[in-house]
């Protein structure tokens, strides 16, 4: 399959993500293998990690993801616009959200306080549907779910409306703060306090459904914490969720995007030029530069200004100075031993199999996360995609 992305007009010259659908389906083998009787849910937010939602969607199920994984209502509903029928959860709820358009659509969504609790069961009356919920319950990382000292009050409703048939518990979940740091002591205790809501919830009467509280990370470093269901983002694309640990390809995983352009411009400069904002580089010889027709507004990150490498011409080649809103300028060394010249492809990241940077030594040059540097790529940059899993017949 090859499909031209988003590429709408003011896209940014000569450049485009490529996708690779047929990787991306290898990667939920692997991880469908890893997670021995759980079953695999493939998180698709943020546009698919930046690889598009609805081809990565399908090219997930196709390698055996049984479930998908959004954060928001809208996302849910636009796999289910274009086709695809696999169970969705949805896990970011916010007053008034389009509940009614979510039930209807058969996306299963996320409970973690009273209040949602009673927007569902609104909806579910509105539409006559029972509404399907997944329980989220805070086990450590203080960020989204019950509160421990919310969780019996919130079971105790959640019980009546599952006895009045307005709901259904679908699944009882719950996320981790550090599971990609080997050793830590959150882990353990986190999966300590799962099993304790769990325990609580069959108390209160409430079947806690399928119970998942592994991420990337924790599905392949944990195997205590695999459950029923794991939810897999990163490792999905191809990208390692502990790099500290073990590469992607160590862990079997083979990075689907790669994203080039081609060098908008290349000048000769004497020792001493300043170059781009601030003048922070300086050349420290005579050198040839090459301007690249990327930036910060199509998710080069700015942090990486002088840090950041590409492949061109063969070869690695750093940023020189700060990477601008729609540019930046890399160092092809001294005069003469570079033949680049305007047109010339520019590997910004891949897989890293022909030499060029993956999105993790992105991530190092900036200091972040490789879910950062892709998942940031803006819509000047067209996908395309590659490959047949996945592809509607």
């Known amino acids: ?11 940014t010259a000569a450049a485009e993500a490529v996708v690779d659908l047929d990787a991306i389906a290898a990667n939920a083998a692997v991880l469908t293998a890893a997670v021995g009787d759980a079953a695999l849910m493939a998180v698709v937010k943020a546009d698919g990690y930046g690889h598009g939602l609805v081809p990565t969607a399908r090219a ?13 209502v809208g996302e849910a509903l636009r796999l289910r616009a ?10 970011i709820l916010t007053p008034g959200a389009d509940l009614d358009a979510a039930l209807r659509a058969d996306v299963d969504v996320s409970v973690a306080a009273g209040w949602a609790l009673e927007e569902v069961v609104a909806a ?3 539409t006559g549907r029972t509404a399907r919920v997944h329980l989220e ?3 450590g990382l203080s960020r989204g779910g019950a509160a421990p000292h919310a969780w019996p009050a919130l079971l105790n409703a959640v019980a009546e409306r599952v006895a009045d048939g307005a709901i259904e518990v679908r699944g009882t979940w719950g996320h981790f703060a550090s599971a990609d740091e080997p050793g830590a002591a959150s882990v353990p205790a986190q999966l300590s306090a799962f099993e304790a809501a769990l325990a609580s919830a069959r108390a209160a009467g ?4 399928l119970r998942h509280h592994a991420n990337s990370a924790a599905a392949l470093l944990v195997p205590a914490a695999r459950y029923d269901l794991v939810r897999c983002g990163i490792a999905v694309v191809g990208l390692s969720p502990a790099p500290q640990v073990a590469s992607a390809a160590e862990l079997g995983l083979v990075p689907a995007l790669t994203l080039r352009t081609r060098l908008a411009h290349v000048r000769h400069v004497p020792a001493g030029a300043g170059v781009s904002y601030g003048h922070t580089f300086t050349t420290g010889r005579a050198s040839t530069l090459g301007l690249v027709p990327l930036g910060y507004a199509d998710g080069i990150p700015r942090h990486a200004s002088s840090a950041g490498e590409v492949l061109v011409d063969g070869a690695r080649r750093r940023v020189a100075g700060r990477v601008c809103m729609d540019q930046f300028v890399v160092d092809l060394g001294e005069p003469g031993a570079s033949a680049a010249a305007a047109g010339d492809e520019v590997v910004v990241l891949g ?3 022909a030499g060029e940077p993956t999105a993790q030594d992105w991530a190092e040059a900036a200091g972040t996360i490789s879910y950062e540097v892709v998942s940031r790529l803006g819509e000047r940059v067209p996908r395309r995609w590659t490959g047949t899993a996945g592809v509607p017949a």
């Open 1 to 11: 399959m090859e499909a031209a992305g988003p590429g709408a007009p003011g896209g």
């Open 60 to 72: 997930a199920l196709a390698g055996g993801a049984s479930w998908l994984g959004v954060a928001h």
């Open 82 to 91: 274009a086709g695809v029928a696999a169970p969705v959860l949805a896990w």
């Open 124 to 126: 579910a009356r509105r």
């Open 137 to 139: 319950v805070d086990t």
């Open 206 to 209: 409430v079947d806690p459904g």
């Open 351 to 353: 897989p890293g199999t």
